[in-house]
């Protein structure tokens, strides 16, 4: 009788918690996450925070972990050689330009369904000439204004504040400052992370079988 009372209870925590869990929000609070290109520093991230929290019903937070930039150093998450070669202004210009709407057609993308619940954000771009700063400036305002108005999460206009500014000089340089508050339901994340593995499983499969049709076709 204890041993079923045991099992039926550590049943019921389990259950407790994948409730829990899917019914909550996953949200990410950037603040103060600042980049400049041109900072001869080898951290071109400067101080900064930013806060991971599991909400139920997006109402009680029970589950809050704070990084700052020297934890993120030390793990190794926002690398600032990797993250500058990631928004290195040469690299992402033909990105910009050629592929800015394959970029909104991404269906994993879409069906997590991130939403937007505050965003402050000033971008200071030079595009080596005028003309293509003028470009690109253009491209990056309409693409934040697409995904501002598809994904903001409430429709209070004071949330959501961006001023794209452009620098015309021979350089390329780009300089980001960024305050921002995203989430995502829990239960899109795992749908993703399921049909993900489902389609690395499928794949494999498909190799074995192939592999097993090659391998009798050759010994025929």
């Not at 994948?18 to 900072?39: C, D, P, Q, V």
């Not at 000089?169 to 993900?196: D, G, R, T």
Request: glycine share 0%.
């Amino acid at each position: 009788m204890l041993l079923f009372r045991i099992v039926l209870g550590i049943i019921f925590i389990i259950s407790l918690m994948l409730y829990i869990i899917f019914l909550s929000i996953l949200e990410i609070e950037f603040k103060e996450l600042k980049f400049n290109s041109n900072n001869n520093k080898n951290n071109k991230l400067e101080n900064y925070l930013i806060y991971i929290r599991l909400k139920f019903a997006n109402k009680i937070t029970w589950l809050k972990i704070k990084m700052d930039y020297k934890k993120m150093e030390k793990y190794k998450i926002f690398n600032n050689k990797i993250l500058g070669k990631l928004i290195n202004i040469r690299d992402l210009l033909p990105l910009l330009i050629e592929k800015k709407e394959e970029s909104l057609k991404n269906k994993n993308f879409e069906k997590l369904d991130i939403k937007i619940k505050k965003i402050n954000l000033n971008i200071k771009i030079s595009a080596l000439n005028a003309m293509l700063t003028a470009l690109v400036t253009a491209i990056i305002s309409t693409f934040l204004s697409i995904i501002i108005a598809n994904r903001k999460e409430n429709n209070n206009i004071t949330n959501y504040k961006y001023k794209i500014i452009p620098i015309y000089s021979n350089k390329a340089e780009i300089s980001i400052n960024l305050n921002c508050i995203i989430n995502v339901k829990m239960v899109h994340i795992i749908h993703i992370v399921y049909m993900l593995y489902k389609k690395k499983r499928s794949v494999e499969n498909d190799e074995r079988t192939s592999n097993r049709r090659s391998y009798v076709c050759s010994n025929d």
